[in-house]
């Protein structure tokens, strides 16, 4: 991580990420609020590591739209707030965002969307672009790491000055490039707010005022357009080149890159400010060319807009881009990607033979086993993906967003959806109203928290059947182990109270709540069994930490033990730990199974899968649940 409080006028190597946490820094950031999401999690992992030292606040909430609200409220009240999100986490939020675009704000804000093109870690590649127009949200798009720092600037600046939130769109190139940056001085400090609004109609949004605010806020968004939007574009390339490229953010320096590598006489209008657009800029442009070329990732979004702007400037401008054909519209881009495209549009030959890279490519990835995603050794997940497979086998499993969507995989085979947070609870109300068959949602602690309850509310108060398993290990896992409202401590290291999952559970009307150890696999079936046989909403908690904590915890204490071993003498090769357990830990000899130490946590969980009793601990080696350690 590079140093977020490195001096002014010096360089530092910063994520881009972090470049965007040390802007707001720099922007006088008084509040900052986010659920964790990748590609967006480390602006606030960066955050919350120097909050306290500089008199700022910053949360981890419990969803994107109690985020986006917490900063509002912080900008209703006159500071200067931040929040931010990954793409489908906008989407929670978006209830709160149409309308704060009328209501406008008091203070400063920037919302940041860090969209996913190839769904690299999301489960669509949805490009979000398109909301700042449905909403009227201002947006700039930075390009690198040092364009992310200073375009906060000039974001809170911005929505200072016209009183409204702007929009940071960036995508996982941009959010996880590393590049010197050159740093400014910091000037976020603590505010003490004052929630008075100018008007007493202000924040009422309603009928007649609503549609006040809406005109209001198309005055701003013209205004922004007119004297605002034309400042953030450059023109790079050959001046008098008839063949333009239209391109922003990270899709800029593919461009830039191909066209250097074709040494193809081309210019460039690189955009910043892709919301509202600078429509003489463009126009100017189009007319300068007579091929336009636009490069920008997932939708059309640059492309249809040229073209409505060429109607006016450039009607005979030819425009190519996905909606002809020459580039793509679906995964992320890379410099192949444009050349690829501008080989098709200008007939020049590719400078790098791909084919070729192809070849040797494939030969070498044909040697290299696959390697899909697994579950990490010891991972409490496993025992209860192991527990659910035997004694839930027919049911419909209905899976959600976490590290436990792993269990898609064999041998477990208990996630057959995975769709967006909190969503398998309420597609399992849904399936057991329509089949009346027996239905498994299964859901994490953190993803509960964030939308499961109002699905859990539905399912007891329309006398739905069907079992919950709230796989609870005491942590936001899956990007990288912030708190929840579940923890006894916050995202400032403070301690915090913590909100007991199974009080809510019985306080919305379940009878049948049982906390369980996943590591005690008979309990935890027998568990199962019994949950599946009720009537009405059953919910197990399948409680064990991640296994990481566990791990990092015992090796501070000094306590970690030794990896387990297979007896060889007992082991008969029958391979059921493999096919029901599959702990990456175990290797097949081709004659017997044994546990390699290098990736073996010493959990001890898989003594009891094997039926020979082959699997056995090391001397000094611990057994985790006899232990109590992680529960
Ligand atoms: S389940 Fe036991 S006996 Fe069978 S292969 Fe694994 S360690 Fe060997
Ligand atoms: S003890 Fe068994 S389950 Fe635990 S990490 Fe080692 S091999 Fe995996």
Redesign the pocket.
């Known amino acids: 991580m590079g140093d977020l409080l490195a001096p002014a006028d010096t360089f530092e190597v910063l994520l881009g990420n972090e470049a965007i946490a040390r802007g707001s820094l720099e922007a006088g950031l008084n509040v900052a609020a986010a659920y964790p999401g990748t590609p967006s999690t480390e602006i606030g992992e960066a955050l919350s590591k120097v909050a306290k030292k500089l008199g700022i606040y910053f949360e981890w909430s419990v969803n994107e739209k109690v985020a986006t609200e917490v900063a509002m409220g912080a900008a209703w009240s006159g500071l200067r707030s931040l929040t931010m999100m990954k793409h489908v986490g906008f989407n929670v939020a978006t209830d709160a965002i149409f309308t704060l675009a009328y209501a406008g704000i008091a203070g400063a804000m920037v919302i940041v969307s860090a969209d996913d093109p190839h769904a690299h870690s999301s489960q669509n590649e949805q490009d979000n672009r398109h909301y700042s127009e449905a909403i009227g949200l201002p947006m700039l798009e930075p390009s690198n790491s040092q364009e992310a720092k200073d375009l906060i600037k000039e974001a809170f600046g911005i929505s200072d000055r016209f009183k409204v939130p702007i929009l940071i769109r960036t995508t996982t190139r941009i959010s996880h490039q590393r590049t010197p940056v050159k740093l400014g001085e910091i000037t976020a400090g603590p505010g003490k707010g004052k929630f008075a609004p100018k008007e007493p109609d202000r924040y009422l949004q309603v009928g007649a005022i609503a549609r006040k605010h809406h005109s209001e806020l198309l005055r701003k968004l013209k205004e922004i357009q007119m004297n605002v939007s034309p400042r953030f574009y450059k023109i790079e390339g050959s001046p008098d080149s008839d063949f333009g490229i239209l391109t922003s953010g990270v899709a800029y320096s593919y461009a830039k890159e191909a066209v250097k590598l074709a040494n193809l006489n081309a210019k460039i209008l690189k955009l910043t400010m892709t919301y509202p657009l600078p429509e003489k800029v463009i126009g100017d442009f189009l007319s300068s060319v007579t091929t336009a070329f636009v490069v920008e990732e997932l939708d059309p979004y640059l492309e249809l807009r040229a073209k409505a702007v060429a109607k006016d400037y450039a009607p005979d401008v030819r425009i190519l881009g996905k909606l002809t054909g020459h580039m793509p519209r679906v995964g992320e881009y890379t410099m192949r990607t444009v050349l690829e495209g501008l080989s098709k549009a200008t007939g020049i030959a590719s400078p790098i033979d791909f084919a070729k890279i192809d070849e040797r490519s494939s030969k070498v990835l044909s040697k290299v086993p696959p390697r899909p995603p697994v579950l990490c050794?010891?991972c409490p997940h496993r025992s209860a993906g192991y527990a659910l497979r035997r004694a839930a086998g027919g049911a419909a499993f209905i899976g959600d967003i976490g590290c436990y969507a792993l269990l898609f995989e064999k041998p477990f085979r208990v996630e057959q959806v995975t769709h967006a947070m909190g969503s398998s609870i309420g597609i399992g109300n849904g399936i057991s109203l329509a089949t009346g068959e027996d239905v498994v949602a299964l859901i994490g602690d953190s993803t509960f928290f964030h939308a499961g309850i109002p699905a859990l509310i539905n399912a007891v108060h329309n006398k739905r059947k069907m079992t919950v398993m709230i796989m609870d290990n005491k942590i936001t896992a899956m990007t990288g182990h912030q708190p929840h409202p579940g923890s006894d401590f916050n995202a400032m290291g403070e301690k915090a109270p913590a909100v007991d999952i199974e009080d809510v559970v019985r306080s919305i009307g379940v009878d049948y709540v049982k906390v369980v150890d996943p590591y005690n696999h008979a309990e935890m079936e027998k568990t199962i069994r019994e949950a599946l046989k009720r009537d009405g909403v059953s919910v197990i908690i399948s409680r064990r930490e991640c296994a990481l904590l566990t791990v990092r915890r015992l090796r501070r204490e000094g306590r970690v033990g030794e990896?387990?071993i297979v007896d060889p003498d007992k082991c008969t090769y029958c391979r059921v730990c493999m096919n029901t357990f599959a702990?990456p830990?175990?290797v097949d000899t081709g004659s017997i199974v044994e546990?390699d130490p290098t990736i073996?946590?010493?959990?001890?969980?898989?003594t009891q899968v094997c039926p020979y009793d082959a699997?056995i601990p090391q001397k000094g080696s611990l057994n985790w649940r006899e232990q109590g350690i992680g529960v």
């Open positions: 050794p010891a990896p387990y702990c830990a175990f546990i073996c946590f010493g959990c001890g969980a898989c699997i």
